[in-house]
T-cell receptor
Framework: NAGVTQTPKFQVLKTGQSMTLQCAQDMNHNSMYWYRQDPGMGLRLIYYSASEGTTDKGEVPNGYNVSRLNKREFSLRLESAAPSQTSVYFC??????????FGPGTRLTVT | GEDVEQSLFLSVREGDSSVINCTYT??????LYWYKQEPGAGLQLLTY?????DMKQDQRLTVLLNKKDKHLSLRIADTQTGDSAIYFCAESVNDYKLSFGAGTTVTVRA
């Protein structure tokens, strides 16, 4: 099992550009999540998908959109990147009771 | 409300025990978790404890839960250089959401 995979690993964008971060899991989990991690702030939930076909806003959804493409895949889109979106982005999945399993992260810089 | 607090830094000598502390606010949390993050990597689930337990031991890791004080701790016995990392405490907010602390950076010195 690969677990949770994310692409790309690194990305540099100019302000106003758009991009989609991809995430896939092979653990047959129902729930998937997108977080951002900033120094000294822990992880903040951007969006989550409790099950295939549903998505909900988390703590910091502004400037982002998500798509739950199927049970395996959950993508995060930045329509018009801003420097405040410079961060490390983590995707996670879970089967509810035993915690969330995280991907390796995407390091995004917006100049 | 959801608010998880941890001290930011811990320095420990190799071979000693490390104790990382965490306080949380949501008394209805069902599970509490400890995650480890090594440099440049994602978060790895280390262990978890169900809210009706006081203690859980898993090899070198011991988790203690004091529900009355909403206090969670992680003890690492015989700390090694490979234990240097950021450790996150998290509480389950509902079936889907976790609330994370800011993380404790553990540095193991020789």
């Amino acid at each position: 099992n690969a677990g949770v995979t994310q692409t790309p690993k690194f990305q540099v964008l100019k302000t106003g550009q758009s991009m989609t971060l991809q995430c896939a899991q092979d653990m047959n989990h129902n729930s998937m999540y997108w977080y951002r991690q900033d120094p000294g702030m822990g992880l903040r939930l951007i969006y989550y998908s409790a099950s295939e076909g549903t998505t909900d806003k988390g703590e910091v959804p502004n400037g982002y959109n998500v798509s739950r493409l199927n049970k395996r895949e959950f993508s995060l889109r930045l329509e018009s990147a801003a420097p405040s979106q410079t961060s490390v982005y983590f995707c996670a999945s879970s089967d509810l009771t035993l915690g969330q399993y995280f991907g390796p992260g995407t390091r995004l810089t917006v100049t | 409300g959801e608010d998880v607090e941890q001290s930011l830094f811990l320095s420990v000598r190799e071979g000693d025990s490390s104790v990382i502390n965490c306080t949380y606010t949501d008394s209805s949390s069902t599970y509490l978790y400890w995650y480890k993050q090594e440099p440049g990597a994602g978060l790895q689930l280390l262990t978890y404890i169900f809210s009706n337990m006081d203690m859980k031991q898993d090899q070198r890791l011991t988790v203690l839960l004091n529900k009355k004080d909403k206090h969670l701790s992680l003890r690492i016995a015989d700390t090694q250089t490979g234990d240097s990392a950021i450790y996150f405490c998290a509480e389950s907010v509902n079936d889907y959401k976790l609330s994370f602390g800011a993380g404790t950076t553990v540095t193991v010195r020789a």
